[in-house]
C-alpha cells in the first residue's frame, strides 16, 4: 500500500539523512522504525507526506506517486495520511474540538473552517472519536489544560478523523510516564486494528515496541539495517543498529510482558 | 578523567575567571578609555546659558503652577471638538492600520512568506519605520491640507510600520511543529494560517494593538502641532495665547485617556492569555 523506492534526503548542510532506502508497507501493517537519534527516523516519516522535501527516490501510496505532485494534489494526498507527533504538537490555543476537527481542514472550504461551521457529519465523528478515547467531556477545554496522555489522545483523534488510510506516527510516547506510553501505544494499534489502518511508528523504547507490533525496521545513519518480526531483535542485532551496549535488559521477553498487563 | 593527570594539577587551586569579551587587554583598555574621553569631549560641547535659564525658570513655574488651576471651561467648545477629532482620527487610524498590518507582517515572516515576498514586506516596513511621524505628518499636510484626514494617513502609515514588525517577529518565533500539524492533515494555505498560526500570535496581536491605539491617541496630540488636525491643534492654539489653564486642561485630559487606555489593555491582555 506504501512502497518507497530508493528514498534519499539529503540535507542543505550536506548530510545525507538518507540513503536509498526501500520498504514496502502492506495494508493494515502496523510497523516499528527503531534506531538511534539522528538515524533519520523523523525525517523517512516527513518525507512521505512531504513535510521534509525528499532529494530523489519515490513514493508510492497506493496508486499515486507523492513526491512529483503539485501542491493542490499534494494535499489531497495528505488527507489520507494522518499524522501523530511527539510532544502532540496541538494548537495549544485552540479547544480540543478545534484541534480534532483541523483534520478535517483538507476536506472543507476556508470560510467553512474559518466560521468554525463544519459539516455535521464531520462534528459527530469528532465526538465519536473522542468519546472513543474518553475525552468527549473535554470537547470545549483548552488543549492546553490537559495533561501529556490526555493531549496525545486528541493528537490521535485529529489523525483518524482524517480517515486516512496510513498513520505515521512519531516519537507517539516520548514525553509520557511509562505506563500512559503503554497506554497510547495500546490505543494506536488497536484503533489501527478496528479500521485496517497501516501505521510507522517512530519509537525509541524497543521493549514498548516489540509489545505490540508486527515487524520492526531498523535505522541505522539513514540505512534499513535490519528488517524483521520483532521476536528477531537480538542482542547482536541491537548492537548492529544502536552500537555495543549491554542489551539483555532492554529486550522484552513477550510472554512475561503480557503477564505484567494481565497483574497491572 | 578525560584530562591527563598533570594537565588537571596546573588547574587546581587556582581561581577561574570568566574570559573578558574582548581578548587582548591594550585594546580592551584602550576602548574603555576612549569611550570615556569621547563622552567627556560630547558633554563640553553643550552650552549652557545660565541666565536664560534663570529667565525661563520664572515661565516654567507659572507653567507648573497652571495645572493646580486648570480651565476647562472657557474654551470648552475648542477642547471637545479637538478631543474628539484626535479620537476619531485614532480609531480610524488604528482600524485601518491594523487591517494592513496583518498581512504585511505574515508576508514579513520569513518562516510563513517565500523571499521576493518577504523582501517586499521588510522594504514597506523599513520605509515606515524611517519615516518619523512627524515628517511624513509635514508631507501630508501638504498635499491634503490642514484638518485630521492627513493625520489619519500619518498615524495608519506609521502603524503599519510599527504593528508589522512585531507581529512578523513574533510569527517568526511561533511553534514550528504545530504549525506543522496543521500543514499534514491537508489544510490550504489559508487554512493553515488560521489553524496553525493564527491561534499562536493572537494574544501578542492584540497586546500590540492596543498598545498602538494608546501610542496614536497620543501622537495625534503632537501632530497638531503641524497642523494635522486633533486636539494638538487646541493645545497649540493655548501655547501661543500663552493660556497656561486651558493647556493643563488639555494635558489632564490626555493624561487621563492614556491611564484608561492602559488600564483598558491590561484588562484585555489579561483575558486573552
Same mark, same amino acid.
Given at each position: 500500500m506504501l512502497r518507497l523506492q530508493k528514498l534519499v534526503k539529503t540535507y /542543505?548542510?550536506?548530510?545525507?539523512?538518507? /540513503?536509498a532506502v526501500d520498504l514496502e508497507v502492506p495494508e493494515g501493517q502496523v510497523l516499528a522504525l527503531i534506531g538511534p537519534?539522528?538515524?533519520?527516523k523523523s525525517t523517512l516519516i516527513r518525507c512521505i507526506n512531504r513535510l521534509v522535501e525528499p532529494t530523489s527516490g519515490k513514493v508510492w501510496l497506493g496508486q499515486t506517486e507523492l513526491t512529483e505532485l503539485a501542491s493542490s494534489a499534494l494535499r489531497r494526498e495528505r488527507r489520507r495520511m494522518g499524522m501523530i507527533f511527539q510532544e502532540y504538537a496541538?494548537?495549544?490555543?485552540?479547544t480540543v474540538m478545534e484541534n480534532v476537527l483541523s483534520g478535517r481542514l483538507g476536506y472543507v472550504g476556508f470560510w467553512r473552517s474559518f466560521l468554525r461551521k463544519f459539516p455535521q457529519s464531520d462534528v459527530d465523528e469528532a465526538f465519536r472519536l473522542l468519546d472513543r478515547v474518553g475525552?468527549?467531556?473535554?470537547?470545549? /477545554?483548552?488543549?492546553?489544560?490537559?495533561?501529556g496522555g490526555q493531549r496525545q489522545r486528541v493528537g490521535i483523534c485529529r489523525a483518524l478523523i482524517q480517515n486516512p488510510a496510513l498513520l505515521l506516527v512519531d516519537?507517539?510516547?516520548?514525553?509520557?510516564?511509562p505506563k500512559t506510553s503503554r497506554q497510547i501505544m495500546r490505543l494506536i494499534c488497536e484503533l489501527c486494528k478496528e479500521r485496517g489502518l497501516a501505521a510507522i511508528i517512530n519509537i525509541h523504547d524497543v521493549a514498548l515496541a516489540q509489545m505490540f507490533v508486527q515487524r520492526v525496521i531498523g535505522l541505522r545513519f539513514g540505512a534499513v539495517e535490519f528488517d524483521g518480526p520483532?521476536?528477531?531483535?537480538t542482542p547482536d542485532v541491537l548492537t548492529a543498529i544502536y552500537?555495543?551496549?549491554?542489551w539483555e535488559a532492554t529486550i522484552a521477553h513477550v510472554e512475561d510482558e503480557d503477564q505484567a498487563e494481565v497483574a497491572e | 578523567m578525560n584530562t591527563s593527570e598533570t594537565e588537571l594539577d596546573t588547574l587546581l587551586g587556582k581561581p577561574w575567571k570568566k574570559k573578558p569579551f574582548v581578548k587582548r587587554p591594550w585594546l580592551r583598555w584602550l576602548l574603555i578609555a576612549g569611550f570615556c574621553v569621547y563622552l567627556v569631549a560630547a558633554y563640553m560641547?553643550?552650552?549652557?546659558?545660565w541666565m536664560r535659564v534663570y529667565e525661563g525658570l520664572e515661565r516654567g513655574k507659572q507653567f507648573v503652577l497652571a495645572f493646580t488651576s486648570p480651565n476647562f471651561t472657557s474654551r470648552s467648545s475648542d477642547i471637545y471638538a479637538g478631543m474628539l477629532e484626535s479620537i476619531i482620527m485614532t480609531v480610524a487610524a488604528s482600524v485601518v492600520g491594523i487591517a494592513i498590518s496583518i498581512p504585511i507582517a505574515l508576508g514579513a515572516a520569513r518562516n510563513v512568506a517565500p523571499l521576493p515576498i518577504y523582501l517586499i514586506c521588510r522594504s514597506i516596513i523599513a520605509i515606515s519605520r524611517a519615516l518619523q511621524e512627524i515628517i511624513v505628518a509635514i508631507l501630508l499636510v501638504a498635499i491634503?491640507?490642514?484638518?485630521p484626514l492627513a493625520g489619519f494617513f500619518t498615524l495608519s502609515f506609521a502603524t503599519i510600520g510599527f504593528l508589522s514588525k512585531l507581529l512578523a517577529e513574533d510569527i517568526e518565533s511561533m511553534d514550528r511543529v504545530q504549525a506543522e500539524a496543521i500543514k499534514a492533515s491537508g489544510a490550504r494555505w489559508t487554512q493553515w494560517i488560521n489553524y496553525g498560526v493564527q491561534p499562536q500570535v493572537m494574544p501578542r496581536l492584540i497586546g500590540l494593538s492596543m498598545y498602538r491605539i494608546d501610542i496614536n491617541f497620543r501622537e495625534s496630540a503632537i501632530l497638531g502641532l503641524v %497642523?494635522? %488636525?486633533?486636539i494638538g491643534a487646541t493645545l497649540n492654539t493655548a501655547f501661543d495665547r500663552y493660556e497656561y489653564d486651558t493647556a493643563a486642561a488639555i494635558l489632564i485630559l490626555i493624561i487621563v485617556i492614556v491611564m484608561a487606555l492602559e488600564y483598558l489593555s491590561s484588562i484585555i491582555r489579561a483575558r486573552v492569555q
Open positions: /542543505k548542510t550536506g548530510d545525507q539523512a538518507l /540513503k537519534s539522528g538515524a533519520g496541538l494548537v495549544e490555543r485552540l475525552l468527549a467531556h473535554m470537547a470545549d /477545554k483548552r488543549a492546553d489544560e490537559l495533561s516519537e507517539p510516547t516520548a514525553s509520557l510516564d520483532p521476536e528477531a531483535l552500537g555495543e551496549e549491554d | 560641547t553643550i552650552e549652557i546659558n491634503f491640507g490642514f484638518g %497642523g494635522a %488636525g486633533g
